[in-house]
Each structure stands twice: as C-alpha cells, then as structure tokens.
C-alpha cells in the first residue's frame, strides 16, 4: 500500500507556471505507475498525464501536450506535474494516483486503473 501527498498547488496568472508535487510513503512508488487526474467544478475527474515504472514512458491529455511535463524521482518516492502555460481551463483540483496494474491506450487514462489516491492539491488560474 501506499500512501500519497500532493503539494505545490496555488493561485497563478494565465500564462504562469507551477509544479506539483506528488510525495510517496508507504510501498515505493517505483513499484507503481503513477498519474496526475484533475477535477474541475461540476465536472468529472478527468486524466492529465501518467508516467510508467518501466522506462518512464509518459501519456498526456490533448490539452496538456507541449504545456505539461510529468516525471518522478524514485529516490525522492516522488512525481512531479511541470505546468507552463496554464490557461483559465486548467483550474482545478489536481490529483496525484497509483496504479499496479498493468493497461495500454485508453485503459490508461480511466481512474478505475489506479488504486491510491492523493488528497488533491487545487490549482487556480485567473487572467
């Protein structure tokens, strides 16, 4: 099991940057594929990006491609979600997940496929 702790989140200008960070205890989270979901008001959580435990491949929503860089650093039993660019439409509670399981394609992006989840981390964007 394994427990995780989302920080970093915060009040930012279209345009601005910020990074999340997803900290790891409990099992390492080298043992887990990890994700970044986000949920904004009265919408369903929806995937943002995900990276493997196998040769750090990474996945991303359309939205965030060329915007948003996840990576971890198993020594640290820690991910982070870059973001640059952000834009009005990116305000949301973000959330950090593990999963063991192993998926391809879409399977990846559905929040069924992760076990653990953080508490979320809100991230607010303004113009």
């Known amino acids: 099991q394994v427990q995780l702790v989302e920080s970093g989140g915060g009040s930012v200008q279209v345009g601005g940057s910020l990074r999340l960070s997803c900290a790891a205890s409990?099992?390492?989270?080298?043992?887990?594929?990890m994700a970044w979901f986000r949920q904004a008001p009265g919408k369903e959580r929806e995937f943002v990006a995900r990276?493997?435990?196998?040769?750090?491949?990474?996945l991303y929503t359309d939205s965030v491609k060329g915007r948003f860089t996840i990576s971890r650093d198993n020594a640290k039993n820690t991910v982070y979600l870059q973001m640059n660019s952000l834009k009005l439409e990116d305000t949301a509670v973000y959330y950090c997940?593990?999963?063991?399981?192993?998926?391809?394609?879409?399977?990846?992006?559905?929040?069924?496929?992760?076990?653990?989840w953080g508490q979320g981390t809100q991230v607010t964007v303004s113009s």
């Open positions: 409990g099992r390492t989270s080298s043992m887990y594929d």
């Open positions: 990276i493997t435990r196998i040769r750090d491949s990474t």
């Open positions: 997940a593990a999963g063991r399981n192993p998926c391809s394609g879409s399977w990846c992006t559905r929040t069924a496929q992760y076990e653990y």
